[in-house]
């Protein structure tokens, strides 16, 4: 069976590396972001682990940002809730300090599993698959589209899969 990430290779061919974003209990629009500079290849640490050290949760998750050839904005992530605080620390760490933003996805996947230890990230075809709005996918709701047993849902669908958003944003 092949990786996932080999399977969708093709279709985020040329996708730029933009950084990390960080959030603490789901709350993405109040995470902390790691995004390259137009002319740097290097990211700034001490601003997430500060940011980190001030939190008192154990739900903490990442994405790895990327902008596709048509501008689109999608991400990997990954939520480390399993890891102890300090394990947490220092995945934070390698992952800012190894980002190159020449990286394409399967290299940052890779770096991702390096960092986490763990190989079988991302590697089969997940049990479903959710969209929602990057930023505020807390706040909006996710809808998911795809499960295992199902079709994917078309997008006329969509209304009946999504939530109910929080106060003061709108619904889908």
Request: net charge negative.
């Amino acid at each position: 069976m092949l990786d996932i990430i080999s399977r969708i290779e093709p279709l985020t061919e040329g996708a730029e590396f933009l950084g990390w974003k960080f959030s603490a209990d789901g709350k993405w629009d109040e995470g902390q972001l790691a995004y390259f500079a137009d002319s740097s290849n290097t990211l700034s640490v001490e601003p997430v682990i500060n940011w980190f050290e001030s939190k008192i949760t154990s739900n903490i998750a990442f994405q790895a940002m990327f902008k596709s050839e048509k501008n689109e904005e999608f991400f990997v992530g990954v939520r480390m809730t399993h890891l102890p605080q300090e394990q947490k620390l220092q995945v934070i760490r390698n992952l800012l300090q190894s980002a190159n933003k020449e990286d394409a996805v399967k290299a940052v996947v890779k770096k991702i599993r390096d960092c986490l230890q763990d190989q079988k990230i991302a590697a089969y075809a997940p049990d479903y698959l959710e969209v929602g709005v990057i930023a505020i996918w807390n706040r909006v709701k996710g809808a998911v589209v795809w499960r295992t047993s199902e079709a994917l849902l078309p997008p006329s669908k969509l209304s009946e899969r999504a939530q109910t958003p929080d106060t003061g944003y709108a619904a889908v």
